[in-house]
């Protein structure tokens, strides 16, 4: 949480809505408000002005609060214009065009407000523990996905620029030694063109945001007497489907609307599909037809919650789409699990529906699923994952620039590193960091060093 | 004999002649500093390669230097072989290296200090580390045995530099023997004390090559390693000449250069290694401690990289004084049988006469999280370690530790309550980036420092150490000795040089380009700026204009980097106060509250870098941080009376 520089995010729910506010805080508020709006500030005031998009003009109306009165105790602009993500996202791209400007971390304006003596300690710790539970929720949420294709490719890229990233360290750390021979400017050249190519495709996928007319369809897919009705009850918070011990009591498809926002900032509603149980042979002629509807609705599934009370997701009962993006879900959690060999480490999340526990980090997952969906294929899921994204083309871009192919050796590899660098510590949100004491484990697993 | 002391330091290697010269050098007072050491011929000595300086290491040594230190005077005096590592790349990443006389490089070490009435040599064994039993603890001195007789030395502050010898066993095949060193003594009372004390022991591992004897090598069959044509010094004061005491370096270099050679192992020598590892006390369990991953032994390299058929060796000679020579690349511990069958595998040494057998070390250290960046211990006010005893490895890193705790444990012993430590940021120092990773990461193996641990790389160079540290030297009072002033002047001068440069940069052309514009392209070198700015500029010394180059060549580079730099400004150096419980801290998370409770750290720069502390803790820890402060403050307004 770096302080002093100019941080802006949007503060107001991310899904569709009448009105979506973005506050910029720091020193370059005004620079910004000059460059974006070709005004300069006076005293504060609320004002209309013209964000260029491209081609379009968005008008938008700009309070501007002159610090050290406003929520941060930093001059501040809030932003208000229409509650359309590809909108947010687009006005977010140019502020962070500005010199000097970043994208806000959890809980940075609040952090600012009371460090400028502008929320009480009791405000502050309130928002201060809220943070802390939403990102862990967020980081359990997100290890829950990256189980998916997403995060494999994630892990990949990441795994090619610490391995491309230790080849050009080596060739600095370690070229005293006559065992290590650095990459050829050639090969770097090459990966790198690859893994640039991969990653603007990716980003690619998620700029084309679609307006979705129907809301998702969340379906709640495991065999008979698995735990789903009671958690779709536990979600809605009413005892919408029958429960009982009984495999096979929900034979009916029931679908309920939920909106995630409540519980998750910046997430819009979805549709709640509770189905009979699949996967096991029909107990009568009901159950088989009640089965085979179940199978359509999978498949018409934006996001399929995939329980099983055993956390061990055996995937040879149950057909489920390769494309749809699956939450993995161990129900009864306060029961001890069957199966020594459970999942749960990999990335699976353990849900009690009669207590309530991790429901929070599962609205999340739900949450950030729904927003991967978009776009062909695998999509980004949410606006800062595609922001270190787009930060890690800029860092790949910028080692290219470095690499000259036709050379024989890498001229300045200090400066291509710091290219790697860049990109690796973006994707580093998504995924973890990577050290610079991995960087170097994995010369020393690579070369023979040691004179 | 002396029994007051300003200063004491125990232990006369690297870290302990650094930490004396820094506090001799602060302090300027006859007698105030003791070097207690088991062996005073011993002092300077250096136990393995003999060699100063190389990548990431020769920044350290331009930094001490730049800081008023004496291991680039020595190593200047000493090298026999200069040679500037990775040339071929830009200058962030350029590793000053020598090979150095070893006999001349202690000798020469053991007559600078002779040559500082500040610093008085003991010769004699630490019993016991005297600390007095008040509400804090603080050191008072230490016991020592002199002759066979015990004496109390006492003194606000001591400063350990014991190295390899806590509790020292080294391995040779199945045979141990107690030292540190081949042929020396280890050092158990110390151990024993810091037992007491409580503070939390480590053990580490390290080993070292055989000897040959040069005579028995087929020197001239073997191919040249030589070194640089142009050799540049370390020191600021070489190129000028410096004198003190007995060591006159009044020309550079100043000893007879060598040139070295390269020889390499084969199948049979591997064949030889593997059928013998159930005799390798690495392999058989013998020694358990972890030793470092970038230094590993030969039987390591054989059994880890099996598909490679040779390895090189580098033979080094290793002094004018003595015949031996040094195998870099073969460090073993396996029987001296089988050393004697490897040597007689490689090419040019089939006669070869081994001197000195290779071994392995074990040794205790004390787990660095239990220091502040500026060596003081954490537990015991007063009490400093630097060198080995934290867990580095290197003569280098053990100097630039020296050179910290000798600064801080002179500013304590003057400044007494009011002291509050110096120490360098990451963004200032290769130092720095060794003493906040010592207090902020979990030892796994000896620390090395590379320039890949250093995230700001590009600023921290080796060509701009007195521009970065001498001033800040000048500020602490390190430059009041005879050649701390010349430094200074030096120092002076080559601003008043660099400053007209970069004017002339600006205004001289090449082409439709300004220079300073020019250099930003790849292409123009050193030796392009050279020709196109001589005339109007003057000749210089290659310092002058590498700086002149390389500051303007990573300008928008660093330019960013600064202002990273500042923005984390803020954040990186608030204090964490000393008497936050953070087991109270209910509501963090219960990994990063056990990783803050260990490693207690004193700003959230270094909170930040712990290993299970997220930016979200940080954001949680800022909050309870000012509440346990209110806290304490309504506590305290409360037992006041009115």
Same mark, same amino acid.
């Given at each position: 949480m770096p302080t002093g520089g100019t941080i802006t995010a949007l503060c107001t729910p991310a899904g569709a809505s009448v009105r979506a506010m973005i506050r910029v805080s720091g020193p370059d508020v005004c620079d910004c408000v000059l460059k974006l709006f070709g005004i300069t500030l006076g005293d504060r005031g609320v004002f209309q002005a013209r964000c260029q998009l491209g081609d379009r003009d968005l008008p938008v109306q700009v309070v501007w609060y002159l610090g050290p009165k406003s929520y941060t105790g930093e001059d501040t602009i809030e932003i208000m214009l229409p509650g359309n993500r590809t909108l947010v996202g687009r006005v977010i791209d140019c502020l962070l065009g500005c010199d000097g400007v970043e994208l806000a971390g959890p809980g940075e304006f609040s952090a600012r407000a009371y460090l400028n003596h502008r929320l009480t300690l009791q405000q502050a710790e309130g928002i201060a523990l809220r943070i802390a539970a939403e990102h862990e929720d967020e980081l359990e949420a997100a290890g829950a996905l990256l189980d998916g294709s997403y995060g494999d490719q994630c892990n990949q890229w990441a795994t090619e620029i610490t391995t491309l990233l230790a080849l050009v360290e080596a060739g600095v750390d370690f070229s005293d030694q006559e065992d290590v021979i650095p990459i050829a400017p050639c090969d770097l050249h090459a990966r790198l063109g690859v893994l640039l190519d991969a990653v603007v495709a990716q980003i690619g996928t998620a700029s084309g945001d679609r307006v979705h007319s129907d809301l998702p369809k969340v379906v709640f897919v495991g065999k008979p007497n698995a735990g789903k009705s009671s958690l779709f009850n536990a979600l809605l918070g009413i005892k919408r489907a029958t429960v009982s011990d009984q495999a096979g009591t929900t034979r009916d498809v029931i679908i309920e609307q939920m909106d995630l926002a409540k519980h998750v900032p910046g997430a819009g509603s979805v549709e709640l599909v509770d189905l009979a149980g699949v996967g096991e042979a029909a107990i009568d002629m009901i159950d088989a037809s009640a089965q085979t509807r179940a199978l359509e609705v999978i498949e018409e599934a934006a996001v399929i919650l995939w329980c099983d009370p055993a956390g061990v997701f055996d995937a040879a009962n149950i057909a489920l789409p390769t494309a749809t993006p699956i939450v993995r879900v161990r129900t009864k959690s306060d029961l001890p699990s069957s199966s020594v060999q459970t999942t749960e480490s990999m990335n699976t999340l353990s849900v009690c529906a009669l207590d309530g526990t991790a429901l929070g980090s599962l609205e999340r997952a739900i949450a950030d699923a729904v927003s991967r969906r978009t776009g062909s294929g695998v999509g980004v899921f949410v606006p800062r994952h595609r922001r270190a994204l787009i930060d890690s083309k800029d860092g790949i871009d910028a080692a290219i620039g470095r @690499? /000259?192919?036709?050379? &024989? @050796?890498? =001229? =300045?590899p200090e400066l291509v590193a710091i290219g790697l660098r860049d990109a690796l510590d973006a994707l580093g949100e998504l995924i973890g960091e990577v050290s610079p004491d991995d960087v170097l484990g994995r010369v020393f697993a690579t070369f023979c060093v040691g004179k | 004999m002396n029994t007051r002391f300003e200063v004491i330091v125990v232990g006369g290697g690297h870290a302990g002649v650094e930490a004396a010269w820094a506090a001799a050098n602060r302090l300027g007072t006859a007698g105030s500093v003791a070097l207690v050491s088991l062996d005073a011929s011993k002092i300077g000595v250096m136990s393995c390669n003999p060699a100063i300086g190389g990548l990431a290491k020769g920044q350290l040594v331009r930094e001490i230097d730049a800081m008023g230190g004496v291991m680039g005077l020595i190593a200047d005096a000493t090298g026999i072989q200069f040679k500037v590592l990775n040339t071929s790349k830009g200058s962030a990443v350029h590793g000053p290296r020598c090979q150095s006389d070893n006999i001349a490089y202690a000798q020469t070490a053991q007559a600078l200090i002779k040559a500082r009435p500040e610093i008085e040599i003991i010769e004699g064994t630490v019993e016991e580390i005297l600390t007095n039993q008040s509400e804090i603890t603080c050191v008072q001195g230490v016991r020592v045995l002199v002759d066979g007789q015990e004496r109390m030395l006492n003194a606000p502050t001591v400063i350990i530099t014991t190295g390899t010898f806590m509790r020292a066993l080294m391995h040779m095949g199945s045979e141990q023997t107690a030292g540190g060193r081949f042929g020396e003594q280890t050092a158990s009372g110390i151990s024993n004390s810091l037992n007491e004390l409580g503070f939390e022991l480590g053990r580490l591992k390290t080993g070292t090559p055989p000897r040959l004897a040069i005579e028995t090598i087929d020197w001239e069959s073997l191919a040249v390693e030589a070194g640089d044509v142009e050799p540049i010094p370390f020191s600021e004061l070489t190129p000028t000449g410096w004198q003190l005491g007995e060591v006159n370096c009044d020309q550079f270099p100043l000893i007879e250069q060598v040139t070295c050679r390269q020889s390499s192992t084969n199948l049979q020598a591997h064949e030889i290694i593997r059928n013998n590892l159930d005799r390798a006390p690495m392999f058989t369990g013998q020694i358990e401690s972890q030793g470092p991953r970038y230094c590993p032994s030969i039987e390591d390299k054989v059994v880890r990289?099996? =598909? &490679? /058929?040779s390895h090189g060796v580098f033979l080094e000679p290793e002094s004018h004084s003595s015949n031996w020579v040094y195998c870099n690349g073969i460090a073993t511990s396996l029987p001296s049988d089988v050393q004697d069958e490897i040597i007689k595998r490689m090419p040019g040494c089939e006669n070869a006469k081994i001197v000195q057998y290779g071994y392995a070390v074990e040794y205790d250290m004390v787990r660095p999280h239990q220091i502040y960046t500026t060596g003081q211990t954490r537990a015991v006010r007063g009490l400093f370690f630097a060198g080995q005893i934290n867990g580095t490895s290197g003569y280098e890193e053990a100097a630039a530790q020296g050179l910290i705790a000798g600064l801080n444990a002179a500013m304590l012993a003057q400044e007494g309550e009011a002291y509050e430590g110096f120490s360098f940021g990451r963004d200032e120092a290769y130092i720095g980036v060794l003493m906040d990773d010592l207090v902020t990461k979990t030892p796994r193996e000896p620390y090395r420092m590379f320039t890949s641990r250093a995230e700001h790389r590009l600023i921290l160079r080796a060509d701009n150490a007195p521009d970065r540290l001498t001033p800040i030297a000048q500020r602490l009072g390190l430059l009041g000795h005879d050649l701390g002033r010349k430094r200074w002047e030096l120092f002076t001068a080559r601003k008043e040089s660099l400053e007209r440069g970069r004017v002339l940069l600006g205004e001289l052309r090449d082409g439709e380009k300004t220079l300073a514009q020019r250099l930003l392209d790849p292409d123009f070198t050193m030796d392009l700026l050279k020709d196109a700015m001589t005339e109007s500029f003057g000749t210089h010394s290659t310092g002058i204009w590498r700086t002149l180059h390389s500051d303007t060549r990573y300008e928008p580079y660093i330019e960013r980097q600064r202002g990273q730099i500042k923005r984390n400004r803020e954040l990186e150096h608030r204090p964490l106060p000393d008497w936050i419980v953070y087991s109270a801290f209910e509501s963090m998370r219960n990994e990063a509250r056990q990783a803050l409770d260990k490693f207690r750290p004193t700003t959230f720069g270094q909170a930040s870098r712990l290993e299970g502390v997220t930016p979200a803790d940080i954001t949680l820890l800022s909050v309870l941080i000012k509440r346990a402060r209110a806290a304490k403050r309504e506590a305290k307004q409360e037992a006041a009376p009115d």
């Open positions: @690499v /000259d192919s036709t050379r &024989r @050796v890498i =001229e =300045e | 990289f099996h =598909e &490679r /058929d």
